[in-house]
């Protein structure tokens, strides 16, 4: 069965530029997950969805990065005035309800470069 | 908060030896614990989790982990590493009371020569 995509692969832009990054998790998930991955480094969480709404934000690192999942399935995440720090790889993740013994099926990443 | 340490960002076997990767949590709560490899352009795959109940786990590959409370650790092992084996692993977990929310520890690159 398909799994979770993500669209683009790969995301060259500017400073200062906005960008849209696509999560299409598996069909019927309710859970969906956005995590960043700097190089070097482990993921680390940045949004929660469960069904249409956010239900933990906390992770988002300022007001320039916005998340939707307006009909509870595909979800962008929104990155406006791009710095050179937001440069990582995007990774999307999705699980049956959510739940914390749930496991969590990844998507190959967005690679974010901000030049 | 939650963290993650693993410990060895590299670790370097020869084909058939055994492979250990530790991990240890922060939390006085034993959290759900999970081990995840990447593979190169590819995501994250789940190897085995530890949720309840036997606390040795068996997953995907010939991995296992053990999660021993009174040290707070769930390390990986393989007793024989192939070849297809070279990736790069990630020890996270998540609270018991969360919706799921991971914490990952920073990654162990894995190398396995002939």
């Known amino acids: 069965g398909a799994g979770v995509s993500q669209t683009p692969s790969n995301k060259v832009t500017e400073k200062g530029k906005y960008v849209e990054l696509r999560c299409d998790p598996i069909?019927?998930?309710?859970?969906l997950y956005w995590y960043r991955q700097s190089l070097g480094q482990g993921p680390e969480f940045l949004i929660y969805?469960?069904?249409?709404?956010?239900?933990?934000d906390s992770g988002l690192p300022n007001d320039r990065f916005f998340a939707v999942r307006p009909e509870g399935s595909v979800s962008t995440l929104k990155i406006q005035r791009t710095e050179r720090g937001d440069s990582a790889v995007y990774l999307c993740?999705?699980?049956?309800?959510?739940?914390?013994?749930?496991?969590?099926?990844f998507g190959p990443g967005t690679r974010l470069l901000v030049l | 908060a939650q963290s993650v340490t693993q410990l060895g960002s590299h670790v370097s076997v020869s084909e058939g030896a055994l492979v250990l990767l530790r991990c240890n949590y922060s939390s006085s709560v034993p959290p759900y614990l999970f081990w995840y490899v990447q593979y190169p352009n590819q995501g994250l795959q789940l190897l085995l989790k530890?949720?309840?109940?036997?606390?040795l786990v068996k997953g995907i590959n010939g991995f296992e982990a053990e999660f021993k409370k009174s040290e707070t650790s769930f390390h990986l092992t393989k007793p024989s590493a192939h070849m297809s084996d070279a990736a790069e692993y990630f020890c996270?977990?998540?609270?018991?009371?969360?919706?799921?929310?991971?914490?990952f520890g920073q990654g162990t690159i894995l190398t396995v020569h002939p």
């Open positions: 993740a999705s699980s049956p309800l959510g739940g914390g013994a749930e496991t969590q099926y």
């Open positions: 969805f469960q069904g249409t709404g956010a239900a933990d």
């Open positions: 069909s019927g998930h309710t859970a």
């Open positions: 530890y949720t309840t109940g036997a606390t």
């Open positions: 996270a977990v998540s609270d018991r009371a969360s919706y799921g929310k991971l914490t």
